[in-house]
């Protein structure tokens, strides 16, 4: 029985990637602004947000290769 293609999420972790990258490019002055930062938690910013992308930017590939069809090879 062949199991279902995740497509739902890979349109949402796509949606939401896509969105990220989007916000990056779109507000890359403010975003230098608080990640030069040094007071506060504003140093954990860059930390923070490589992990959101990271997270974010994996589940889509993951989604992606499996519609696909292509998934790690099984040991017995």
Known sequence: MAARKPYLGLIVSGLIS???YLALYLFHHEIMAAFTRTDGW???LPVLTAFAFSFTHGAFTGYFWEVLGI???RRS
């Open 71 to 73: 998934t790690a090879r």
């Open 42 to 44: 504003y140093p954990a």
């Open 18 to 20: 896509g969105a990220l």
